[in-house]
């Protein structure tokens, strides 16, 4: 998995953006095309320029959405800057294949003051017995990093890393395909079957039902690689990351994902609430974001919290500002938050271990180690 490059050109590509003047009802069409056009083009220069292809995705198209796109179709539709994934949707893609991984911060947001609370972890928080954190697991100088801070579900895609796992750690192996049950996904999960080591397969991250945002991902093709994982590797559990179709203040899971029309075991919500522009934490946006997918269809049972675990660097949020490391105090709240929402899920993820785009994150903050650790054991 490893660290994710920030894309390059994205400036320049923002640039044109700007640049483009929106009159008549056509010409705003006109500019929506380009809009789109504009993105896509810069997911070629970051591949172009030796980017990993779940990296450039994540870092080019999340940017689009949230300082590009939107806010071009925002101006074409007379809105000025978006506010949410609601605007600026236009011609689809037609691609079934995503490549994207554990993700970079792409829900919406609204500022609103920050929430205040005073119960922390420790104090009635519960934790489960498996937690994962993403990216950088395994660093040159060898060995499993994250177990340092008692994380014991290792974020790895090969058989290799699997098998060299340490006792009492399980893998969580990345697919990263939407194509549905066909020889390339069945080759990738084969090589799987019947390992003590492996708990389950990341799918997709962020996966679009509507291919608008990400390539199009339909719930039938993600309920044939779920049943053939089921049928084909007993007890390994299937997980995805849902995108937020709202805000982070007004989120929707509606019409995309849930065990109904996807059978995937595990649904993990990502609603960051640190960030400068509110000065701080509104913890308010994670209760909000499991109401919204109890709303679609997705048990308690069933969610895996996403806790926030970065901040800094070139990832720029929803709001107008950025995401904040947060502090050891902010981290137990957000423990405890979510422990009163989802007292026992079946794993909790921790975004992220590794550093990706010049930012902050577990592997480099010895404070919030200690805060997981605790959590953790």
Not at 82 to 95: E, I, M, Q, V
Not at 293 to 302: H, K, N
């Amino acid at each position: 998995m490893g660290q994710r490059p920030k894309a390059p050109g994205f400036a320049s590509l923002l640039a044109l953006l700007a640049a483009l003047h929106v009159g008549t009802s056509a010409e705003a069409a006109s500019v929506s095309r380009q809009c789109r056009r504009a993105c896509r083009d810069g997911l070629a220069a970051c591949l172009g320029a030796g980017g990993h292809p779940r990296a450039c995705r994540k870092s080019v198209l999340g940017r689009c959405k949230i300082e590009g796109v939107a806010a071009c179709q925002g101006q074409a539709d007379g809105a000025g800057r978006a506010d949410g994934l609601n605007h600026g949707r236009g011609t689809k893609s037609t691609t079934t294949t995503t490549t994207t991984t554990t993700r970079p911060p792409t829900t919406t947001t609204t500022a609103t003051t920050s929430a205040t609370t005073t119960t922390l972890a420790g104090a009635g928080a519960r934790a489960s017995g498996l937690h994962y954190a993403a990216n950088h697991n395994f660093p040159s100088s060898g060995g499993y990093a994250p177990a340092q801070a008692g994380f014991n579900l290792a974020d790895l895609s090969g058989v290799s890393t699997l098998n060299a796992l340490p006792s009492g750690v399980k893998g969580l192996v990345w697919l990263g395909l939407c194509n549905g049950a066909d020889s390339t996904f069945i080759n990738a999960v084969k090589p799987f079957i019947g390992n003590p080591k492996l708990f389950g397969f990341y799918l997709v991250d962020e996966p679009d039902p509507t291919g608008q945002w990400n390539p199009l991902c339909p719930a039938a093709n993600l309920l044939a690689e779920s049943d053939w994982i089921h049928a084909n590797v007993p007890g390994a559990k299937t997980f995805i990351v849902l995108m937020n179709f709202g805000s982070t203040k007004s989120p929707t899971y509606a019409n995309t994902y849930n065990p109904g029309n996807s059978h995937i075991d595990l649904y993990g919500l990502d609603p960051y609430p640190c960030r400068s522009e509110l000065g701080g934490c509104d913890y308010g946006r994670i209760t909000v974001a499991v109401a919204a997918a109890e709303a679609a269809g997705i048990p308690v049972g069933s969610i895996v919290p996403v806790y926030q675990a970065f901040g800094g660097g070139t990832w720029s949020d929803d709001g107008g500002g950025y995401y904040l490391l947060p502090t050891p105090s902010e981290e137990q709240q957000i423990l405890a938050t979510w422990a009163a929402l989802v007292p026992t899920p079946v794993f909790d993820y921790a975004y992220s271990w590794g550093t990706q785009n010049s930012d902050q994150a577990l592997e480099s903050s010895t404070d919030l180690q200690a805060v997981f650790a605790a959590h953790n054991q």
